[in-house]
């Protein structure tokens, strides 16, 4: 990121949720504030562009994984509250919704929201524009890496050290060190009450056909133009020994292709995704 900038990138992805809605019948993911929060409709800017781009390279196969991924989640999200949880954090929330739609509120699941200050300062300046209540539900956990502690960061902001928590991490890793990911999932594997992950990475591009590796290629040098380049890349083996070095257990490691096969009958754009990978993984309580 800029410093002191909201991310940019986020905004682009908060984009393609919301375009989703209005290009891909039937939906993967349900997201009735996606477009709000964006300050659009099916007539706004942000629409059309992004109408513009689904025909391009890549285009619907990149929007259509971030939806389910998303889907992918809040699906995992849903058995975790089933199975007890009420505590969730969203780690680089960005103009996520989840929050603010939160199904389980009235059974009080708590939903902290981490994100660098200046991206989490624009986001709250947005859901007071666009007049989206925030929930008693929410907490807003600004967190800057570079000098802040997650975990004493959770805490001060009223997350117990032994509560199971589930955290949704999706958008971020592929931005980020491997020293920083592989210390952020230390500090998640060392809570005491147990954790639940949902993350998503990518795939080194090498590993891909020629055309899937252009397309990536492509949004990789938009991101590098916004001042937020990828940084990390993952075999899908290699997150799973990192992971399992830290104690977790991965139950789902899956790809584009993977995806569609959940969510979507027949052939799909999905089937071009093969770069991002989203992955499923638990930790147990520690003594």
């Known amino acids: 990121m800029i410093e002191g900038k909201p991310s940019a990138t986020a905004f682009r992805a908060a984009m393609r949720r919301a375009a989703h809605q209005l290009l891909d019948k039937p939906l993967i993911f349900e997201d009735p504030l996606a477009l709000t929060i964006i300050g659009g409709d099916r007539g706004s800017p942000v629409a059309r562009d992004e109408i513009s781009r689904a025909d391009s390279s890549g285009g619907a196969a990149l929007r259509t994984f971030l939806a389910a991924r998303s889907r992918f989640a809040e699906d995992k999200l849903a058995a975790a509250v089933a199975g007890g949880v009420r505590r969730v954090v969203v780690l680089g929330a960005g103009l996520d919704t989840f929050a603010y739609r939160n199904p389980f509120a009235d059974q009080g699941v708590v939903v902290y929201e981490v994100d660098h200050p200046a991206t989490q300062a624009w986001k709250r300046q947005r859901l007071e524009q666009t007049l989206i209540p925030v929930p ?141 990978h989203v992955l499923h993984a638990r930790h147990p309580a520690t003594a």
């Open 136 to 276: 008693e539900s929410t907490r807003f956990v600004p967190v800057d890496f570079s000098i802040d502690r997650l975990d004493g960061k959770l805490e001060a902001a009223g997350l117990e050290p032994d509560a199971p928590v589930f955290f949704s991490w999706l958008g971020v890793v592929p931005y980020l060190s491997e020293i920083a990911i592989l210390t952020t999932l230390g500090i998640i594997a060392a809570r005491k009450g147990g954790a639940e992950l949902v993350l998503d990475y990518a795939e080194p591009p090498d590993r891909v056909g020629v055309l899937q590796r252009l397309a990536f290629l492509t949004l990789a040098g938009r991101a590098a133009q916004l001042g937020e380049p990828f940084v990390s890349y993952f075999r899908p083996d290699e997150m799973e020994r990192h992971l399992a070095a830290l104690g977790f257990e991965v139950t789902a490691n899956l790809s584009g292709p993977d995806l569609g096969s959940l969510y979507v009958t027949g052939p799909s754009p999905l089937d071009e995704a093969e770069v991002g």
